[in-house]
């Protein structure tokens, strides 16, 4: 990578990290604060829900708003805007408080996944090497937020904790302000980032109505379907690992009894996961993403399909298969990163990555509310059943572009379709 590949790196994996940091922590409180508040799971529930709803809702204004005022302007205030919501709630003192730091929290997040791709896939010569960087740093996030967070409450008290999570916030925004790229060196030069004609209401959906009339509706599609499998499976794979009999069962010594093992494998997963990410990367520097996306589905449909059998095994057969799914799951990320920038005009790349998004984080969760339906009124093998469905649709979508089904929508690639080409 070049200099100017790097520091954009630098940059966005600080950024990918810390979204993740924060989000990942915040379950570890939910305890805290309803001992503290008093108020009802219901309640909480709705509360922590509207803090994480603006995360995925806003992915699509954040795309708009980093072709308009460029994606760096935006990581920028992503950052600065998490670390405020999180001191904001270090001092809060009723559940309203919290509703307001949680919701801020959500505000400021949702516009990094579309700012930061957005700079990635217009200012990096070696893409996929740098998505699968970019990966890898949010995969750390997630691991090391929660771990963080449980591991300072231990010693000290939680708006304390809440407040020392900010910090790396902040130092981020001060390495942020440093930072000196082009954000524009990938692509062509008649780019411009940040420029300073406002996107109207009527070029906003001219600009949409050209990316679904191309195959980026396609991609949309196949983005929502692998948010669907993403968030139904780590939602309730812990749940599903904790009840499994081999862990249930599982003898753990008198000073350890608090310790659930089921939560270590699924720490372990995630970690497994950044390895997947680095591999997932480097391939879409040699592997087109129509067959990268369609390969990784198939896998996904098998290893659904295999957790039925393999969650009333023994210990090993279950971590071995959490470590296999981990990397699969994360390794596709890259590849549907790369096709949104294959697919996708240079100047619209924000909006892209923000209707991307929606669809990932937004669509995607309502796995959450569908596998919770099918958990209680079926069972964990309809569980699986149904998630490897989404996943048999992607599949499915994912092989019919890979065949060129594109034609029939749009225009099949972008000229930076493949920086290295």
């Known amino acids: ?35 503290e508040f008093d108020v009802g799971v219901a309640l909480f529930g709705l509360i922590v829900a509207l803090g994480y709803a603006p995360f995925g ?25 998490m670390s405020v919501a999180f001191l904001l709630l270090s001092v809060g003192t009723s559940i309203y408080a919290v509703a307001v730091g949680l919701i801020l929290w959500g505000v400021a997040a949702s ?116 948010g669907l499998y993403y968030r139904g499976m780590l939602t309730y794979l812990p749940e599903i690992l904790h009840s499994a009999p081999a862990i249930e069962a599982l003898p753990l010594p008198a000073d ?52 039925v059998p393999v969650v009333e095994m023994g210990l090993g057969p279950i971590v071995a298969l959490c470590g296999v799914f981990g990397f699969f799951l994360f390794a596709i990320q890259p590849f549907y990163q790369d096709a949104v920038a294959v697919y996708t005009p240079a100047d619209t790349r924000g909006l892209s990555y923000g209707y991307t998004y929606l669809g990932e984080f937004g669509i995607g969760s309502a796995s959450i509310a569908v596998g919770g339906f099918v958990l209680e009124a079926f069972s964990t093998t309809g569980f699986f059943l149904t998630i490897a469905g989404f996943a048999l649709a992607g599949t499915v979508l994912s092989a019919g572009l890979l065949a060129g089904l594109d034609r029939f929508v749009g225009p099949e690639r972008t000229v930076d379709a493949k920086a290295d080409d």
């Open 1 to 35: 990578m070049d200099a100017n590949d790097r520091s954009i790196a630098g940059f966005t994996m600080a950024g990918h990290a810390l979204v993740h940091w924060f989000e990942t922590s915040i379950p570890i409180f939910l305890v805290v604060w309803l001992n």
């Open 57 to 81: 809702a806003g992915a699509l204004p954040g795309g708009i708003l980093a072709d308009r005022y460029g994606p760096k302007r935006l990581i920028l205030c992503c950052l600065g805007g």
């Open 111 to 226: 516009v990094y996944h579309p700012a930061g791709l957005s700079l990635i896939s217009t200012g990096v010569a070696e893409r996929g090497t740098v998505f699968a960087w970019h990966g890898i740093a949010g995969n750390v996030g997630i691991a090391l937020g929660p771990f963080v967070a449980a591991t300072l409450l231990i010693v000290l008290e939680w708006r304390l904790v809440v407040a020392l999570l900010a910090i790396p916030g902040l130092l981020a925004v001060l390495y942020g302000l440093t930072a000196e790229f082009d954000p524009t060196a990938a692509v062509d030069g008649d780019v411009e980032a940040g420029a300073d004609e406002a996107l109207s209401l009527s070029e906003l959906l001219t600009n949409s109505r050209t990316l679904f009339a191309s195959a980026f509706a396609l991609i949309f599609v196949i983005v929502a379907f692998e």
């Open 256 to 307: 350890l009894e608090g310790i659930e093992p089921s939560r270590y494998i699924y720490v372990g997963l995630l970690v497994v996961g950044m390895a997947g990410q680095y591999a997932g990367g480097k391939l879409t520097d040699r592997v087109d993403p129509e067959r990268g996306l369609a390969a990784l589905f198939a896998v996904f449909v098998v290893l659904a399909l295999a957790f």
